[in-house]
């Protein structure tokens, strides 16, 4: 390798030797593309007149306003393919193609990422694969009808708990014995190296394009940038060109599920143990014998038992936070923008939001707020409207629980 | 010496021109009493060695057969703390088999490199190969081994480079875990990778003698590994697909052992070494 594959103590490339030379080759392939003007042309104009960049920044008109605080929107729901997985996704096919590939794989866990690699291939020509968690093929139904239709082939993945975790061990095992002729897209900031490093140069278009725009906004700095963390793509690209700016507080928010004090969320990095899992050293959810365990969120894209190496060394480091927001807060603050701002953010992206408002409820004095929203809410319907029916269920009983018409012990 | 027991196997076979055959199992599949069982009962059936697999609940470099192996031994309760004394029951058992062990890095690095190999050298553990540390990630772990007196083993897949032969020809302890196909595990019809000119690379390199594994399902695939060169063959998946295949401990038993001796029984001197046809159907007896 050329570049150093630690973030600190964190990252490395721990996978079956047979895919080193592999690894070898993309990283030579990306650091010669970024020198290109060629492909740095091509890949902004793609992203540009293709994709809809740059996205806007937008100030809230209601949110918040009960607090004193400026809550702002990096609009990147309002990409082609309705999140910020799209720049990354068309950086690296775009070097699938400068390697000769002629296939792509993925891995998917709310879908949003095959969605991104499905439009890639489609773009670009490349016949696609996606492996995707057979619970979440159950549960994003519109993202796996939406690859469908973009010509992508999606294959049920039904081991382990048959989530995101299983299928990016799926993608992994096809690429070992197809790296010759394939290019494995993966989705987030995590894996070996070097895919932590490519995935963040690709997202942090997020970061450059807000902070030049908040600065031209407010002639400043916001005070903190926060967002939603599962593996950490979207948070990384936002918060890479911040990392220098010491006053601006980077706050990542991972879903506490049900809560931290049960079993039953994806906080990795506040409840995780330094490990090895798909091809990193990371913290990652894992039992007193490291088995990695599943983790659970509410939100498809968060529900991850590891997390981008940069993560946990930001973490380390105490240049970034991370907080937890569980299912309830998220879905709080999903009912909250979409009623205040008219926008259906992703669940992902309620995470920042319910994050972002915390920080804004709890200030003692005014702050301006950035917050990723990383992707629309079009594919969380289901899901929504679901939680929404059970909570009026539950809502019910315990008026009549508390009328005594009912034994709640 | 952590690999003696692997160089008094490969002297002994050499004497009587043998391949070493060595079935892999994971350890308490399909439960913790019927795994010592049939590892037993393979080595009284003629297996050499043993390759030995910690459950992981992520084997990213296996395929199907070995996955269901690990779920059904960690659906079964399999706890790595239990897998120490099943170990040293091995060993007590079976005091010159070199017993090699298959470990993902997580779970070394969970028990912290330095007690995971006092725990392999307590159990009688020979080897252990790690399947997701390649060339890169070899100094997490090469010292502690070092010091501990376990061998830690290297694979090297088809297709490697001179410098990685060369590298691996030097740090591979106990033997080299050469790898006949690209992909994951699995029990292939055919061999895919011809593994000669890696093997015979590695000789140059005095490396330490090669097992050739993944895809090991056939004794005509023994006899082609004997045409590549190698000192034994690992078969992993058509040992466990056996144990998943049958519904009694009874027959779980009887498979494992008509295979073992199957295998074991290609490994000696072939005179169609070279065209994998039938095997011997004498050495089912």
Known sequence: MIRSAYYGRFGGSFVPEILVPALESLEAAFLDAQADPTFVAELETLLRTYAGRETPLYQCRQLGRETDSRIWFKREDLLHG??????????????????????????????????????????????????????????????????????????????????????????????????????????TVAGPHPFPLIVREFQRVIGREARAQFLEATGRLPDAVVASVGGGSNAIGIFTDFIADAAVRLIGVEPAGEG?????????????????????????????????????????????????????????????????????????????????????????????????????????????????????????????????????????????????????? | MPAERYAAMFARLAERD????????????????????????????????????????????????????????????????????????????????????????????HAGVEAFVTQCAAAGVDSVVIPDAPSLEQAWFAEAF?????????????????????????????????????????????????STAVISALQKEGAAPALLGFGIAQPTHVHAARAMGVAGAISGSAVVQRIGAHGTPAARRAAVVAFVREMKGATGPHPTANHPIAPRSANRA
């Open chain 1, 82 to 187: 309705g999140a910020h997985k799209t720049n990354q996704a068309l950086g690296q096919g775009l070097l699938a193609q400068r390697l000769g590939k002629t296939r792509l794989i993925a891995e998917t866990g709310a879908g949003q990422h095959g969605v991104a690699t499905a439009l890639t291939g489609a773009v670009l020509g490349i016949p696609t694969r996606i492996y995707m968690g057979a619970a979440d093929i159950e549960r994003q139904q519109p993202n796996v009808q939406r690859m469908r239709l973009m010509g992508a082939e999606v294959v049920p993945v039904t081991q382990g708990g048959a989530t995101l975790k299983a299928a990016i061990n799926e993608a992994l095992r096809d690429w070992s014995a197809s790296y010759a002729t394939t290019h494995y897209l993966l989705g």
């Open chain 2, 18 to 109: 043998e391949l070493a055959f060595v079935p892999f199992f994971v350890l308490g599949d399909p439960s913790m009493e019927e795994n010592l069982a049939l590892i037993s009962a393979a080595v009284e059936a003629g297996a050499d060695g043993l390759e030995l697999g910690l459950p992981f609940s992520d084997p990213i470099a296996d395929g199907p057969a070995v996955q269901s192996a690990v779920t059904r031994a960690l659906e079964a309760g399999t706890r790595i703390s239990a897998c120490w004394p099943l170990l040293r029951a091995v060993r007590n058992a079976h005091p010159t088999v070199p017993i090699g062990l298959l470990v993902y890095a997580n779970l070394i690095v």
């Open chain 2, 146 to 194: 070092a010091k501990g007196g376990v061998a830690l083993a290297r694979i090297l897949p088809p297709g490697a480079d001179a410098a990685r032969v060369q590298e691996v020809a030097r740090s591979s302890a106990g033997y080299v875990y050469v790898t006949s196909r690209g992909g994951v595990t699995g029990a292939d019809d055919t061999l895919q990778a011809d």
């Open chain 1, 260 to 409: 931290l004090h049960t079993a039953r969320h994806g906080a990795t990095l506040q409840r995780g143990r330094p490990g090895v899992l798909h091809g990193c050293y990371t913290q990652i959810l894992q039992d007193d014998e490291g088995q990695v365990q599943e983790s659970h969120s509410i939100s498809a894209g968060l529900d991850y038992p590891g997390v981008g190496p940069e993560h946990a060394q930001l973490q380390e480091t105490g240049r970034a936070q991370y907080v937890g927001c569980t299912d309830a807060e998220a879905m709080a603050a999903f009912s909250l923008v979409a009623r205040s701002e008219g926008i259906i953010p992703a669940v992902e992206s309620a995470h920042a939001v319910a994050g972002a408002l915390k920080l804004a409820r709890t200030s003692d004095r005014p702050l301006d707020i950035l917050v990723n929203l990383s992707g629309r809410g079009d594919k969380d319907l289901a899901t929504v409207l679901r939680y929404q029916a059970e909570e009026a269920a539950r809502g019910a009983a315990n008026v009549v629980a508390a009328a005594g018409g009912i034994d709640a012990r």
